[in-house]
T-cell receptor, first 113, second 115 residues
Framework: NAGVTQTPKFQVLKTGQSMTLQCAQD?????MYWYRQDPGMGLRLIYY???????DKGEVPNGYNVSRLNKREFSLRLESAAPSQTSVYFC????????????FGSGTRLTVV | AQTVTQSQPEMSVQEAETVTLSCTYD???????LFWYKQPPSRQMILVIR??????QNATENRFSVNFQKAAKSFSLKISDSQLGDAAMYFC????????????FGQGTILTVHP
């Protein structure tokens, strides 16, 4: 099925461990995004990539890094996980920077103990 | 920076009745988009309805409609003939201006539908 695929769906990390969340889209979208969802706070933008080869910080970038590997793939890396990074992470894509066509992945529930 | 506020953490409605979810936003931009997303327990983010700010006509999608008041910066969602499947978390979101392409979300409203 066409859309945005995130892996893994669930992950438990120990404090200080590192991991990479993978995201791939097959809709030929130019722009990709990483959000985190926390109770009572909605979704907040971590990083985004307006087009292949570019990345920019969002609202809550501290503790994260991203890589736009190619047009299809946009990964999110936690170098040294902290309990404050326990959250649900969503990847999304859109045809371009604009107000139409956002597609979300199914999310990754990450717990840092 | 743009902000989106949903002042109703929880709402409930009887099946077949109508419910309205509130959303206000703050922006200095004139060109932007507003969205309502539904998030059921599956976590999937589902687009319910989208409004372009330059269009005065309120968007409608079947049982879902919005009341867009641009001057008041208000964007409420009306769900008519509520169904059990409408139970979910609903998020209001904004995209536009200098943040074009990046969605700013409200805190969310949990909607419960009673049979």
């Amino acid at each position: 099925n066409a859309g945005v695929t995130q892996t893994p769906k669930f992950q438990v990390l120990k404090t200080g461990q590192s991991m990479t969340l993978q995201c791939a889209q097959d809709m030929n979208h130019n722009s990709m995004y990483w959000y985190r969802q926390d109770p009572g706070m909605g979704l907040r933008l971590i990083y985004y990539s307006a087009s292949e080869g570019t990345t920019d910080k969002g609202e809550v970038p501290n503790g994260y890094n991203v890589s736009r590997l190619n047009k299809r793939e946009f990964s999110l890396r936690l170098e040294s996980a902290a309990p404050s990074q326990t959250s649900v992470y969503f990847c999304a894509s859109s045809p371009s920077v604009g107000g139409r066509g956002y597609t979300f992945g199914s999310g990754t529930r990450l717990t840092v103990v | 920076a743009q902000t989106v506020t949903q002042s109703q953490p929880e709402m409930s409605v009887q099946e077949a009745e109508t419910v309205t979810l509130s959303c206000t936003y703050d922006t200095s931009e004139s060109d932007y988009y507003l969205f309502w997303y539904k998030q059921p327990p599956s976590r999937q983010m589902i687009l319910v309805i989208r409004q372009e700010a330059y269009k005065q006509q309120n968007a409608t999608e079947n049982r879902f409609s919005v009341n867009f008041q641009k001057a008041a910066k208000s964007f409420s969602l009306k769900i008519s003939d509520s169904q059990l499947g409408d139970a979910a978390m609903y998020f209001c979101a904004y995209a536009g201006g200098t943040s074009y392409g990046k969605l700013t979300f409200g805190q969310g409203t949990i909607l419960t539908v009673h049979p």
